[in-house]
DNA sequence: ACCTGAACACCGTTCAAGT
DNA sequence: ACCTGAACACCGTTCAAGT
């Protein structure tokens, strides 16, 4: 009953593997079903027999880029790991954000921040928020950083130097001191709780 | 020379108003070129007189979601001030996020945060790092509340109940509380440096 | 189970030409 | 100064039909 079938076709994971090339390649505005039904070369219509739609495509690869492995289980490891994980693919923030924002991914790192919150002796209901507002914090940042990129690649001759200062060094440490305020401030809301 | 031309037709201010209009009767999806033209009773490549693209149009709709006048001078209130401004319009923190990153808007906000920031005791260096970090909580989770609209509007009949629980009521309250924790941290940076 | 081919109803942008 | 008309190169989605 397992026998191999006559003739290998693309299956879901073969899709998605597609679409992760597609996105290196071109980023999520050259991420088109036209695209990934291409670099499978097949016809576009084929891909709605794996997928109903574009967004859950698009949930499938936002899965893939979040990884489902272990998190790190203190706070801003946790935040670290997430924020790595979006750096290392282009536009990762954007396409992780409306697919979360449509309720179509789970996060493991969101998991991993509620229990370092809880561990750190805050309330249930506050470790949640707590959580979602470390999670809003690192997807805002990355979306922003991300899309400045775009930015100073379409505009390459542009004034952008003063935006992308020294591209990474600077940026990571701007990234870890806002972190480090809100980690501080979840931590300072244990005594008032 | 300031006779009035014979036939008077639309300027800047005008698209701009049209495309407030269809906003908020189609949110950022219906938000398209033509059905601004539309609007306006003219043809799509009217608009490229007035704005040289898309984007530069949505900077001018960004500038008109936040606003020009004062904020209030309290850290939480100014940032209250600027999620009420985008809770205000469909879709508000998705347009102006994207104006934002792209370097195409300026937050009055902002700036009233870094000057709260600075008078609670920060560097100056650190008072910008509060007041993105504000800024970027405040429109991630705006963005991603308005996103879950969406959604519920999409899925009308679905189980989306636990996801938009209460609506406003709760919601403001995770909310506030995660920006009390935020503040805190703020606060909390003062004695480090 | 997986794909083709063709169509539908859209997009943003450009450009010569008009008044 | 502001607009028309037509075109270019795209989109996501649907659907009958094939193997």
Redesign the pocket.
């Known amino acids: 009953m397992n026998a191999a079938p006559a003739s290998a076709?693309?299956?879901k994971p073969a899709v998605v593997a597609a679409a992760m090339r597609v996105l290196a390649e071109s980023g999520l505005p050259g991420l088109?079903?036209?695209?990934i039904a291409d670099e499978?070369?097949?016809?576009?219509?084929?891909l709605?027999?794996?997928f109903?739609?574009?967004?859950a495509l698009l949930a499938a690869v936002s899965a893939q880029i979040v990884g489902s492995g272990s998190v790190p289980d203190e706070m801003d490891a946790a935040a670290r790991a997430l924020r790595d994980r979006l750096l290392a693919h282009q536009d990762g923030a954007e396409i992780v954000s409306s697919s979360l924002a449509l309720g179509l991914l789970e996060l493991p790192a969101r998991t991993a921040l509620v229990a370092a919150a809880r561990q750190a002796g805050l309330t249930d209901a506050a470790a949640e928020v707590a959580a979602d507002t470390i999670v809003h914090y690192v997807i805002g940042y990355t979306f922003h950083e991300q899309q400045r990129l775009h930015a100073a690649v379409v505009g390459a001759a542009d004034a952008s130097v003063d935006l992308v200062p020294d591209a990474a060094g600077e940026r990571r440490g701007d990234f870890d001191a806002g972190l480090a305020m809100i980690v501080a401030g979840v931590q300072a809301s244990v005594a008032v709780s």
Chains 1, 2 share one sequence.
């Open positions: 076709r693309n299956d088109s079903m036209r695209r499978l070369d097949v016809q576009v219509s084929a709605y027999w794996h109903p739609n574009k967004q």
